[in-house]
């Protein structure tokens, strides 16, 4: 059955999946991965882990015309699932209605990931990234559904950090069944620093995270419960509620210990600028 999603059609949900789900972040390379984990590792013992951080989130909805014109309702039950999923990391997402950006332009609503368009859009509308999540909205695109920039991304190269999403994705939109607003969680998870659950599937690479089950590919739709479905040892069952994953945004509930430790490591490590607000 042909899947439809922005303005691209698959041949099912499955090819969706295996194009990637709509989500351009960019795959980590072994050697970027190695060195995360080199740099973390190395400061473990000189840095204190905070219990509380609040984040401030700066919305730039990019728009062409009457489209892309995401409400405040749309925003406030953004903000509340992103508080929801990562309240057990002690993050508590914010944001200002007066800070909120409309920019009418066809160009940058049309912008692909790596593109002229997204930098020239970035550098315009960004806020300081050290101090806030920048959080984009347009039509991108055909067949995106978003990307984000990892937190080791942003000494390099500041002006492209935050997310970016697809518009009709956020709570109301029309990219069923990815319009609960979860995808908008799984890229703020790439830019706090997690990797897809099924990183480099079954050949070691994973996603460097002890307590999600290595898996061989990305699972999609709502996989059945309790059953192995793809994971690469015997005993395990893949992760299908991680919102790391590729499901329905309705089936997404879950980060898991390890998951929420990674995080607290990538801010600390990565983007202390945020820690003004840390309890520790």
């Known amino acids: 059955m042909a899947f ?3 303005n691209k059609e698959f041949k099912d949900q499955e090819e969706f999946i295996r194009y990637g789900r709509g989500c351009a972040t960019k795959i980590p390379t072994p050697i970027d991965i190695l060195r995360v984990d080199e740099e973390i590792k190395a400061n473990q013992t000189r ?3 905070f219990l509380d951080l609040t984040i401030e ?3 730039h909805h990019i728009t062409y015309g009457a489209r892309g014109l995401i409400t405040r309702t749309q925003r406030e039950r953004q903000v509340e699932l992103l508080n929801t999923a990562y309240s057990n990391v002690g993050l508590t997402f914010t944001y200002s209605e007066q800070e909120v950006k409309f920019i009418d ?6 912008m692909g990931h790596g593109s002229a ?14 101090k806030y999540l920048n959080f984009y909205t347009g039509g991108l695109v055909a067949g995106l559904l978003g990307w984000a920039t990892f937190p ?3 000494a390099g190269d500041p002006d492209i950090d935050g997310v970016v999403m697809l518009d009709e994705s956020l709570p109301g939109g029309s990219a069923e069944p990815y319009n609960l607003g979860m995808t908008a969680v799984h890229e703020v998870g790439h830019w706090l620093g ?3 659950t099924f990183q480099g599937g079954c050949d070691g690479v994973g996603d460097h995270v002890q307590d999600t089950p290595a898996h061989s590919s990305a699972n999609y739709g709502k996989p059945e419960e309790g059953k192995p479905h793809n994971a690469c040892n015997i005993n395990d069952f893949a992760p299908i ?5 590729y499901v329905d945004d309705d089936w997404m509930n879950e980060l898991t210990t390890a998951q929420e430790t990674r995080i607290k490591e990538q801010i600390m490590m990565y983007r202390t600028g945020l820690l003004n607000s840390a309890n520790v």
């Not at 368009?117 to 050290?130: C, F, I, N, V, W």
């Open 194 to 196: 997690l990797y897809h």
């Open 105 to 110: 332009n066809v160009n940058w609503y049309n």
């Open 241 to 245: 509620h991680n919102y790391m994953n």
């Open 117 to 130: 368009s997204e930098r020239q859009a970035k550098t315009t509308l960004g806020a300081d990234p050290h």
């Open 57 to 59: 989130i700066r919305f």
């Open 47 to 49: 840095r204190q882990l």
């Open 152 to 154: 080791y991304d942003l």
């Open 4 to 6: 439809f999603i922005n």
